[in-house]
C-alpha cells in the first residue's frame, strides 16, 4: 500500500538555497494534503497544508505546490536555513474518512 | 503553547504481554488518533476517536487493540498480548475538529517488544 511516495530519501541543500522536496500519490480520492516535519526523538509537526481546490499555498519561506492532473505536490523552502534540516513526511487525507496516509519521508541537510 | 504529551517515552515488554500507552490531547481538542512507525518505515494510521467512540480504523487495528478515553484527560492504547512485530514507535494525535482541521502529534513512545 503505497498510496503516498516520497521517492528521495534525502536531500542535501546548501544554506540559503532552495530546498524542494517532492510527493506523489495515486489515491484520486485524496482532497487535503500536509507537510509535517519531524526532528529526532519528537512527533511530527504539522508545517503546512493544501486543499485539492487550490494549487498553491504559502506561508513564509514555505509553500506548497500542488498538481492534481500529475497528482505530484511539492513543499519549497527558500531560502534554507540549518534549522529546517529533518525530515519532512507528505501527508494526504481522502474525503472518505480522517485518517492520514504518509509518505516515507525525505531527510533534509541544509549545509551551513 | 498547548502541546500533546505521551507517556511513558519508552516501553520495553515481553512478548505476549499487555500494554498500555498513555496520552493527553491538547484540551480542547475533540478528535484523537493513533499512529505508529516502525522503524525505517512510514507513520501507518491506527485509529481515530471521537464523541466516545472509534470513528475510523485501519487494518492493522485488529482485536488486539482497543482505545479508551477513561476520564476527561487522558486516552489510552492498549495492546493485549504483544507481539515482535509491534515493536514501533507509537504516535498520539489530536485535533479540534474533523478533516479540515491539523492534527497535532506528541512526541510518541517507543514499544520494545523483547
Known amino acids: 500500500d503505497q498510496q503516498v511516495k516520497q521517492n528521495s530519501p534525502s536531500l542535501s541543500v546548501q544554506e540559503g538555497r532552495i530546498s524542494i522536496l517532492n510527493c506523489d500519490y495515486t489515491?484520486?480520492?485524496?482532497?487535503?494534503f500536509l507537510w509535517y516535519k519531524k526532528y529526532p526523538a519528537e512527533g511530527p509537526t504539522f508545517l503546512i497544508s493544501?486543499?485539492?481546490?487550490?494549487d498553491k499555498n504559502e506561508d513564509g519561506r514555505f509553500t506548497v505546490f500542488l498538481n492534481k492532473s500529475a497528482k505530484h505536490l511539492s513543499l519549497h523552502i527558500v531560502p534554507s536555513q540549518p534549522g529546517d534540516s529533518a525530515v519532512y513526511f507528505c501527508?494526504?487525507?481522502?474525503?472518505?474518512?480522517?485518517?492520514?496516509?504518509f509518505g516515507t519521508g525525505t531527510s533534509l541537510t541544509v549545509i551551513p | 503553547e498547548p502541546e500533546v504529551t505521551q507517556t511513558p517515552s519508552h516501553q520495553v515488554t515481553q512478548m505476549g504481554q499487555e500494554v498500555i500507552l498513555r496520552c493527553v490531547p491538547i484540551?480542547?481538542?475533540?478528535?484523537f488518533y493513533w499512529y505508529r512507525q516502525i522503524l525505517g518505515q512510514k507513520v501507518e494510521f491506527l485509529v481515530s476517536?471521537?464523541?466516545?467512540?472509534?470513528?475510523?480504523k485501519s487494518e492493522i487495528f485488529d482485536d488486539q487493540f482497543s482505545v479508551e478515553r477513561p476520564d476527561g484527560s487522558n486516552f489510552t492504547l492498549k495492546i493485549r498480548s504483544t507481539k515482535l512485530e509491534d515493536s514501533a514507535m507509537y504516535f498520539c494525535?489530536?485535533?479540534?475538529?474533523?478533516?479540515?482541521?491539523?492534527?497535532?502529534f506528541g512526541p510518541g513512545t517507543r514499544l520494545t517488544v523483547t
Open positions: 501527508a494526504a487525507r481522502a474525503n472518505t474518512g480522517n485518517q492520514f496516509y
Open positions: 484540551s480542547n481538542h475533540l478528535y
Open positions: 493544501i486543499s485539492s481546490i487550490k
Open positions: 494525535a489530536s485535533s479540534e475538529g474533523d478533516r479540515t482541521y491539523e492534527q497535532y
Open positions: 476517536f471521537y464523541n466516545n467512540e472509534i470513528s475510523e
Open positions: 489515491n484520486s480520492m485524496f482532497d487535503y
